[in-house]
């Protein structure tokens, strides 16, 4: 076996200078993190796929912007502003999707049937 059993080890030994016996100290600058829980990851490889995985929600110059604070990319404020923004809708609003299931064409939810040879409830 080597060394001193875990027992009989002392719990840390102060280093002391040989000639005067003082404790022989340091001053150190520590850059230190500490995550507290189970949170996202940080790392810049995380946030690109994220920030990705959702740039259709957002406008593009968001997007370029995210890119640029969060992953570090070399986007410049000219290649920002030169990108265009989306196009607006005609007429202001966009109606309703009809294919969205158990809404009307106008958006509205659907009644249910009432015809038994529909299979509703007569």
């Given at each position: 076996?080597?060394?001193?059993?875990?027992?009989n080890?002392p719990?840390?030994?102060?280093?002391r200078?040989?000639?005067?016996n003082e404790?022989?100290?340091?001053?150190?600058?520590?850059?230190?993190?500490?995550?507290?829980g189970?949170?996202?990851p940080?790392?810049?490889?995380?946030v690109?796929?994220?920030?990705?995985?959702?740039?259709?929600?957002?406008?593009p110059?968001?997007?370029?912007?995210?890119?640029?604070?969060?992953?570090?990319?070399?986007i410049?404020?000219?290649?920002?502003?030169t990108?265009?923004?989306?196009?607006?809708p005609?007429?202001?609003?966009?109606?309703?999707?009809?294919?969205?299931?158990?809404?009307?064409?106008?958006g509205?939810?659907?009644?249910?049937?009432?015809?038994p040879?529909?299979?509703?409830v007569?």
């Amino acid at each position: 076996m080597l060394g001193v059993p875990v027992e009989n080890a002392p719990r840390y030994k102060e280093l002391r200078d040989p000639e005067t016996n003082e404790p022989v100290t340091k001053k150190v600058a520590l850059d230190i993190t500490v995550t507290v829980g189970a949170g996202l990851p940080a790392n810049k490889a995380f946030v690109y796929t994220v920030i990705k995985e959702n740039a259709n929600l957002i406008p593009p110059s968001t997007y370029l912007k995210l890119l640029r604070d969060y992953v570090g990319l070399p986007i410049s404020d000219d290649d920002i502003a030169t990108v265009a923004p989306p196009p607006a809708p005609q007429g202001g609003n966009m109606p309703p999707n009809p294919l969205i299931a158990g809404l009307t064409a106008q958006g509205n939810p659907m009644q249910p049937a009432t015809n038994p040879a529909l299979g509703g409830v007569g």
